[in-house]
Each structure stands twice: as C-alpha cells, then as structure tokens.
C-alpha cells in the first residue's frame, strides 16, 4: 500500500476556506508576521493556489509556513489544540 500526501498548499487553501478566512488576507498576513514570517498578499494568494493546477502564480508552500500558521490559529482559539489529549 503506498502511502499519499496532501501538498501544503492544499491544506493551507482548505483551512482558510473552512474557517472562513479566505477573504481577509491582511489577518492571514498577521497571524504569519506574529510567527516571523515575512509575507506578501502576493504571497499568500501563490500558496492559496491548489498543487497540480497550472497557475504561474503557484509557489509550493513552506511545511515550516503551514505549521506555523497552524500554531497561529491554535493561539488565537480557531482551531482546538488536543494535543494533551491521550
């Protein structure tokens, strides 16, 4: 059985569609500056783009970014942190 994995991009896309973040970049753009990131609206509309979609736009997002971002939004109470949880 191989094993597949979802490109960073596309979980970033689906978290911010799912927690309706989608449409406010310039809180997208802080919650990556609080974790030390220096990002652009054109950035963040590169790694909005789906993996494997021709868009000259793309740019393959950071694992680094995306955990960080994940750890912004665990901060500010938008998604749950069960990591305690045993």
């Known amino acids: 059985m ?3 994995t ?3 991009n596309d979980v970033f ?12 970049k310039d809180y997208i753009e802080e919650l990556f500056i609080r974790k030390g990131w220096d990002v652009s609206r054109a950035k963040i509309n590169a ?3 789906r993996a494997g979609d021709f868009n000259r736009d793309f740019r393959p997002m950071p694992e680094k ?8 939004l ?3 109470k938008l998604i749950e942190d069960d990591s305690s949880a045993v």
């Open 6 to 8: 979802i490109p960073t």
């Open 13 to 24: 896309k689906d978290l911010c569609l799912i927690l309706r973040l989608h449409k406010d």
């Open 74 to 76: 665990k901060e500010e």
């Open 47 to 49: 790694w909005s783009k």
């Open 2 to 4: 191989s094993v597949s």
């Open 65 to 72: 970014a995306l955990r960080d971002f994940i750890d912004a």
